[in-house]
């Protein structure tokens, strides 16, 4: 119920219950408009960073090997993993290996080698078997797990 109290010149003094703007419901408008603006702001920029990391892969990721690097590659992982104690990886393995083109492929290939060797030959900083499921890792990813990882038998 609205209460209209009035002076003697029937002036409005005071109301009361009466709809209106009053500065409460109008804090708390502002308060909404202001939260919708960041929650929308918040949006955009989300699809803005997902967009360029998108377009950034793309562009630059490294993408697959080539069958042939792979199979290069499988070579020389199958000539390391034929190692036996005190030998050096044959001439035609590292030739194998300089042949693949995939430059990223080529030195973890490398890495592979230095493993094998140091596995077959029994060295005493042996790779850990966290380091062997990295290099696993990395290199099927680079020929899409097509590669059969084998380490030499330690002697």
Known sequence: MATTVYDGDLRIVRRSGTVGTDSGARRRDTALGWLTAVAFLAVVASAAGYTARWVYQSRYAPGLASA??????????????????????????????????????RAQLAVYETYAMRIAAG??????????????SELNSRCAGQLQIRYPARP
């Open 123 to 136: 060295a005493p900083a042996q790779p850990t078997a966290t380091d062997k499921d990295s290099l696993s």
């Open 68 to 105: 042939a690097d792979c199979r290069l590659a499988q070579r020389t992982i199958d000539g390391g993993a034929a190692l036996g104690h005190a030998q050096s990886p044959v001439d035609s393995q590292a030739a194998a290996r300089n042949a693949v083109h995939d430059a990223e492929l």
